[in-house]
């Protein structure tokens, strides 16, 4: 068949990844940027904002942007983030619902995919992430049930960290886009600011290894960053906030140990990212039941 201009122009637009909490969405935006834009953590609720990353190619530009995980909020906190996820996809281009390949269908999936009705404009892609950690029988017949779901314009089985099947993605996906110039410069990976993407990253090193009530409890804030050009070295002054006296002994944990080992594995993230010697400092503080209370939302940023 002979292609026509429009199949050879360049296309651009905005496509969100939703799922469930933990199925692989911010770990796929940052496979297909190339860079580590959004947070990881194997905690539900990790993504607390609508990130935006910016993948390139010859042929088109994906604004990738990584939503919270779609769920039945049980706190005004969770009301909020749903309300980002209902804002967002009512802007976008195209939907990808991820579902992994290693787990069965679900309530949850369900909800989601009911929820997709919501957002007529947006055109919709399966998303079957995980594949590498399930048998090609397993995958095949989640592809089957994810097929029934509803018509999609594409069903793409893949896995962000073996890479399987990401062009194949990508390339489907700016196909999708409209006929468009880049909507941002060639070298742009995200449009989130240095002090979004440091207070995520303490964030994410405190998240690792604590239990499981504790996540939804914990928000960062930053204070100040200073630069120190004679030092050649970037001061960084933050604010950890939990909601309760003794959720603040578990993240300082026996002598500050755990607050210290966090701090390391912070700055080490920070330092790649800001191509300097980070200085951190890390204060932790209560904000008594702040998931619930609308002021101390707002004063966190939510």
Known sequence: MPTSDADNAFRAGFVSFVGRPNVGKSTLTNALVGEKVAITSSKPQTTRR????????????????????????????GERLNTIVQNTLADVDVVGFCIPANEKIGPGDKYINEQLDSFPRAKKVAIVTKIDAASRPAVAQQLLAVSELRDWEAIIPISSTSRIQLDTLATQLIRLMPLSQALYPSD????????????????????????????????VTIDDMVERDDKDLLEIYANLFVERDSQKGIIIGHKGERLQDVGARA??????????QVFLSIRVKVAKDWQRDPKQLGRLGF
Do not use: C
Request: proline content about 4%; glycine content about 8%; hydrophobic content about 40%.
């Open 267 to 276: 700055r080490a993230q920070i330092e790649k990212l800001v191509g300097k």
């Open 50 to 77: 609508a990130i935006r990353g910016i993948m390139h190619q010859s042929d088109g530009q994906l604004i990738l942007v990584d939503t919270p995980g779609m769920h039945r909020p049980r706190t005004l906190l």
């Open 188 to 219: 742009a990976v995200t449009d989130e600011g240095i002090e979004a993407r440091v207070s995520e990253l303490i964030r994410e090193a405190v998240l690792e290894g604590v239990e499981d009530e504790l996540p939804h409890s914990i928000a």
